[in-house]
């Protein structure tokens, strides 16, 4: 099993930028799946938000597609999500994820002026 410890989310205005970051507990376990983000808001389920896969290939929803970009960097076995043009739907907390973690305590994103 693997974990994740998601970081650098805060309050944003409309427009604004911020990368989140989300470190591994085991390499091995990092390099070796893909991984992905997730966003969960009050009263709502935890949705998909982008994958980066240890090919290099990524996905990402279409609301963040042209703002969002995810990437790894296996050396510091780290997974980050850089957001940019943020908007107020993007406002929730972000978790990251691969296909052995468990489910972290996230980082909070509001986005509001």
């Known amino acids: 099993q693997v974990q994740f410890v998601e970081s650098g989310g805060g309050l944003v205005e409309p427009g604004g930028s911020l990368t989140l970051s989300c470190e591994a507990s085991?390499?091995?376990?990092?390099?070796?799946?893909?991984a992905d983000w997730y966003r969960q808001t009050p009263g709502a389920e935890r949705r998909w938000v982008a994958s980066?896969?240890?090919?290099?290939?990524?996905s990402k929803t279409n609301s963040v597609k042209g703002r969002f970009t995810i990437f790894r960097d296996e050396s510091k076995k780290t997974m980050y999500l850089q957001m940019n043009s943020l908007k107020p739907e993007d406002t929730g907390v972000y978790y990251c994820?691969?296909?052995?973690?468990?489910w972290g305590q996230g980082t909070q994103v509001t986005v509001s002026s």
């Open positions: 980066a896969r240890k090919d290099g290939t990524t």
């Open positions: 085991d390499g091995d376990m990092f390099r070796s799946y893909v």
């Open positions: 994820k691969n296909p052995f973690s468990t």
